[in-house]
């Protein structure tokens, strides 16, 4: 098993970034694929955006441009960087291994004037 803990959340205005930082209870360079999720208040939980092991990408087309995920093997951490912030993007951020398939405990961002 491994825990994954999250941080970096906050209030932001509109157009601001955020830094989200995922960090490991074990070397990551083992677990393959990890990701990052967001469940906005009434709305169910969605993908944002993977890295590989290799370090390939993948986003859903509403934070394409905008966020950017990032491994750091050596930190055992994985991060997403938020720039462009909208409104939209307001909900907890989950950080998610699939295997193991494991979850950590979110963060909130909130997108506000």
């Known amino acids: 098993q491994v825990q994954l803990v999250e941080s970096g959340g906050g209030l932001v205005q509109p157009g601001g970034s955020l830094r989200l930082s995922c960090a490991a209870s074990r070397s990551i360079s083992s677990l393959g694929t990890m990701a990052w999720y967001r469940q906005a208040p009434g709305k169910q939980r969605e993908f944002v955006a993977d890295?590989?092991?290799?370090?390939?990408?993948r986003y859903t087309d509403s934070v394409e441009g905008r966020f950017t995920i990032s491994r750091d093997n050596a930190k055992n951490t994985v991060n997403l960087q938020m720039n462009s912030l909208k409104p939209e993007d307001t909900a907890v951020y989950y950080c998610?291994?699939?295997?193991?398939?494991?979850w950590g405990q979110g963060t909130q961002v909130t997108v506000s004037p």
């Open positions: 998610k291994t699939y295997l193991p398939n494991s």
């Open positions: 890295i590989g092991r290799g370090g390939g990408t």
